[in-house]
């Protein structure tokens, strides 16, 4: 069995000689070599599987020697040890840096340590390739130092110009058209094709102005044949919905002339699966082994660049998407925040914030249920949320849950406004005026109408994350929210369709203080028209202490309180309040004459004719509700 040859170029005899002797020992044959010129020839002369080289190397410094033949195929399986006799730090980076196979320190004998290291690197390059032996010229010596340089100094172009492009990676098509620019300075191509293994497939093209519209057109049929059998992962190859990008350039290539060199190269030899890259020429007939090399080089210099392209892409979708399925509960301030921010919402648990709370309610909805199919249900349901939760985003607020055919909405959280309880007024409002655009058309009514009540409360409810580890929600819980329910529920018993309480008055009524001063801010809503009415003073169910109940509708939507009817509603509920029944049924039935259809009024007359039969005990002028 041959012996491994090893080279040991040192400028110091004493060492060569030390070396030899040990090499020698342990079975190898050795050559010697005294300067870098002279280690270059021996090396492609000989062959040798491993080198051991000077730190200090004459001639051709020992760094630039390890450039070389790394930069050198035929030569670039070759061992490639740097040895020092004094011990410095700096030496053991630089020959990382260089791309050698590992930094020794010569000891004055006994270098086991240096055996062993020759054989892990003999290990490392076993079953090379090895090319012809010849005994090169000086002039041939030359041109394989200007050969490696010369590849050296393309790939710090390259990687150049990738590290310019990174700065595209956040516009796909930005950094598609960096790359096609850089690779026609590698190889000026008559046609260039770029495809991108993405969702929907896409395509980028570069053709020469001259290149005629039917040679073009077989270079696209070639070059998506060749995508579809490189990139052999996709479920369908549906040209017509990709993206495709055509650009023409001026050349000096004459008119109609037929492409005479054709080659395609994957993105990523490794993993076909990310893109290709197509080229074209038409005076050549064939793309050289060293350029081949190159545009090789350059593509797996960009495979990363694409990688991180594509992924933001993706990922820039993804969002786009959730925003756009959210984007009719939620303020796109809201969205933003969730995205952006894996904690935003889970850092707010036990919050106590001004809450305007409000649950809007289908009238009837049982028995319209029991009239349709489910499917039909569900469908007009959609349908219905879809143009509710529209209104409540548009006036800042957040679609807490759906409960059933209910909807509870948050105006104050998480996104908070100064005027929280108007907002919330506003969206009410515009939510019965969005009823006329109800289509109930495709649902079994009867003689029920379609109809819904709102009851709004604002007030301070614990607002956080809540839930277990697999699920959780931001909601808010506490008081307000079931005053809110309470008050919903009150809608129907005084023919209402909206209801608020004191508390959302008083945040309507500064808001037009603040208008009339002029310290509105320009960011926040002023009210919509509208007409509010003092209904009544409950304890809703649970509850101990009286709260105020206003109703509030559009000016405009055809309810038609005369003022004799609201003059005589105010003075009968105030008389109601301190105890005067007679006098507050005298006025209520004034009320009725005016609006015979008025619910409230008859609520409150049939109550007041009630208690003069039966008067209430310790009266504070609010009527305690057991019902919700």
């Not at 003999?122 to 090319?131: A, F, M, T, V």
Request: hydrophobic residues 40%; negative net charge.
């Amino acid at each position: 069995m041959a012996k491994e040859k090893i080279l040991i170029a040192f400028d110091s005899p004493t060492v060569r000689t030390m070396l030899r002797t040990e090499l020698e020992a342990a079975g190898f044959n050795v050559i010697e070599a005294k300067n870098g010129l002279d280690a270059l020839l021996k090396l492609v002369k000989e062959q040798p599987v491993c080198a051991l080289l000077y730190v200090a190397l004459p001639v051709i410094d020992v760094y630039a020697f390890v450039r070389i033949i790394r930069n050198t195929p035929s030569l670039a399986d070759t061992g490639l040890i740097i040895c020092s006799i004094d011990d410095k730090n700096v030496y053991s980076f630089w020959t990382s840096s260089c791309k050698s196979d590992g930094y020794y320190q010569i000891k004055d004998s006994h270098n086991k340590e240096l055996l062993s290291l020759i054989s892990l690197t003999i290990e490392k390059y076993s079953g090379r390739e090895l090319p012809p032996v010849t005994t090169p010229s000086y002039g041939e010596l030359v041109k394989l130092i200007t050969d490696a340089f010369d590849k050296e100094l393309f790939e710090l172009y390259v990687v150049r110009e990738a590290y310019n492009a990174e700065t595209h990676i956040y516009k796909l098509d930005a950094l598609i058209d960096n790359m096609a620019d850089s690779l026609y300075s590698i190889y000026p191509y008559d046609a260039m094709a770029i495809i991108l293994n993405d969702t929907h497939i896409q395509e980028t093209y570069r053709k020469a102005e001259s290149l005629g519209q039917s040679e073009f057109a077989d270079f696209q049929q070639i070059v998506r044949t060749d995508f579809q059998a490189i990139i052999s992962n996709r479920a369908d190859y549906n040209w017509q919905a990709a993206s495709s990008r055509v650009s023409a350039f001026a050349s000096d290539t004459p008119e109609n002339m037929q492409i005479r060199s054709y080659e395609c190269f994957p993105l990523d030899r490794k993993n076909n699966e990310l893109c290709t890259v197509h080229l074209a020429k038409c005076t050549e007939a064939a793309i050289n082994i060293r350029t081949r090399e190159r545009i090789d080089f350059f593509i797996s210099t960009y495979t990363a660049l694409i990688k991180k392209a594509l992924l933001f892409k993706q990922t820039n979708e993804s969002e786009l998407r959730i925003k756009k399925a959210f984007s009719r509960f939620l303020p796109p301030t809201i969205i933003d925040n969730i995205i952006s921010e894996e904690d935003s919402l889970t850092a707010r648990v036990g919050e106590k914030r001004r809450v305007a709370v409000l649950i809007a309610d289908i009238r009837d909805f049982t028995a319209i249920s029991e009239k349709n199919k489910p499917e039909l249900i569900v469908s007009f349901l959609n349908s219905y949320f879809a143009k509710m939760g529209k209104i409540i985003n548009k006036h800042g607020g957040t679609i807490d849950k759906f409960m059933g055919d209910a909807i509870m909405a948050l105006f104050g959280a998480p996104e908070s406004y100064i005027y929280n309880g108007n907002r919330a007024a506003n969206a009410a409002l515009e939510m019965v005026e969005e009823l006329k655009n109800i289509d109930t058309g495709t649902l079994i009514m009867g003689e029920l109408s379609f109809n819904i009540g709102i009851g709004i409360h604002y007030g301070e409810p614990i607002a956080g994350s809540i839930g277990s580890e697999e699920k959780k929600e931001y909601t808010v819980i506490g008081d307000a929210v079931n005053v809110a329910s309470r008050v919903e529920g009150l809608t129907k018993r005084y023919g209402s369709r909206i209801l608020i309480t004191e508390s959302v008055k008083k945040d309507i009524d500064t808001v037009e203080i603040d208008i009339k001063n002029g310290e509105k801010p320009e960011s926040e809503e002023a009210p919509l028209p509208h007409l509010t009415r003092h209904i009544d003073n409950v304890k809703v169910k649970g509850k101990s202490k009286a709260v105020k109940v206003f109703a509030i509708t559009s000016t405009t939507d055809g309810t038609g309180y005369s003022k004799a009817y609201l003059d005589c509603y105010a003075k009968g509920l105030n008389q109601y309040e301190i105890g005067n029944f007679n006098t507050a049924i005298d006025y209520f039935r004034q009320a009725v004459a005016e609006k015979p259809d008025d619910v409230a009024s008859k609520e409150l007359l049939q109550r007041c004719t009630g208690f003069l039969a039966a008067p209430p005990k310790n009266w504070d002028g609010a009527v305690s509700l057991t019902t919700k």
